[in-house]
């Protein structure tokens, strides 16, 4: 979602446009229950930002204009869910107020397979909010339904299904980190496929047709950012053409996301474990990718499931 909402057409502006421009942060956690919304809130509480849980989105407007001035409150982040009535209308124009008022919303989606949703709502021993008289998926497809619009719309959606809270706290970091300063932030991400593809992609590449290190005994124990399996990934002649081509085509769709006004984007590259080929192949491309970054946009790397085997 980017933050250029406006009042509909023909709809008069009236007060709206005749508040001052503000510089603060606000950032909107929602998305699916169990997903981890809490958690990502309580690590940017940690990193110094005023967080507000179960907040009404009719309130957000009501909590910038109290934190407006205090300097200490700069950056602030409301988590809310689909316990408030009229959840995804009054979101929406809770946004188009915010905007226009100058402040830069950005929704971030937290999501997690249905699989780990029951896993851990199980774990907990409570019901889902939207369960009912159902069965817990029941309430899980439900809220899916719910939050589809939302979801697709979101300036970025956070797959928590593989994360523990170590993980969940750096992604968070480097999405969050010095943010008001770039255009676009680009994550290249590596992932096993057989750990299941990630939520949160907008691109994914497939690096199983390459010869896997994995069977190469003395290569076995490294992983794709040790100089031995880099060189064995990188060194082949499809692995050269394959990279070129990736390197050429998310070049292309850098410039469509930053006329379209995109925040977040994520590349997910796999292979069968996330340890070797897709490990040097996420790395290879945010070096070459790296000049992006005098235009505005931010590079990080991160290595989903490296350490799991």
């Known amino acids: 979602m980017t933050s250029e909402h406006s009042p509909e057409a023909g709809e008069p502006a009236d007060h709206l446009s005749a508040e001052p421009v503000r510089r603060s942060d606000v950032v909107i956690l929602t998305g699916m229950s169990g997903a981890g919304r809490t958690t990502a809130g309580d690590v940017l509480e940690d990193r110094g930002w005023y967080v507000v849980d179960n907040l ?40 188009e107020v915010l905007t226009a008022r100058g402040w830069r919303p950005r929704v971030i989606f937290v999501d997690a ?15 889902h909010p939207l369960q009912g008289e159902g069965l817990l998926l029941d309430g899980i497809h ?12 979101a300036d970025l959606v956070l797959d928590t299904s593989s994360y523990n809270v170590h993980q969940l706290t750096a992604r968070i ?43 190469v005994p003395e290569l076995r124990p490294y992983t794709g950012k040790d100089a031995q399996v880099r060189d064995f990934v990188l060194g082949q002649d499809l ?5 070129a ?64 085997e």
């Not at 439900?142 to 719309?153: D, K, Q």
């Not at 008001?180 to 199983?208: E, N, Q, T, W």
């Not at 996420?282 to 290595?303: K, N, P, Q, V, Y």
């Open 173 to 215: 970091d480097s999405i969050l980190s010095s943010d008001s300063a770039h255009r676009l932030r680009l994550a290249v991400m590596s992932f096993g496929f057989k750990y299941g593809i990630p939520l949160d992609a907008d691109i994914v590449l497939d690096l199983r047709f390459l010869p896997n290190p994995y069977w």
């Open 56 to 95: 009404p989105p009719s309130m957000i407007v009501q909590l910038m204009d109290v934190t407006a001035d205090d300097a200490q409150r700069q950056k602030v982040a409301a988590i809310v869910d689909v316990r408030s009535r009229d959840f995804t209308t009054e979101l929406s124009h809770t946004l």
């Open 113 to 127: 397979s249905d699989e780990s949703l029951v896993r851990r709502f199980d774990a907990v021993r409570r019901p």
């Open 142 to 153: 439900r809220e899916r339904r719910m939050l589809a619009g939302l979801r697709s719309n």
């Open 245 to 308: 081509h990736a390197e050429q085509m998310l070049r292309t769709a850098v410039e469509g996301y930053l006329l379209e006004g995109r925040r977040y984007v994520t590349v997910a590259v796999g292979c069968t474990g996330g340890k070797h080929r897709s490990v040097a192949t996420a790395e290879e491309l945010a070096l070459r990718l790296g000049d992006l970054e005098e235009r505005g946009l931010r590079m990080t790397t991160f290595h989903r499931d490296l350490g799991r």
């Open 239 to 243: 692995a050269k053409s394959f990279i």
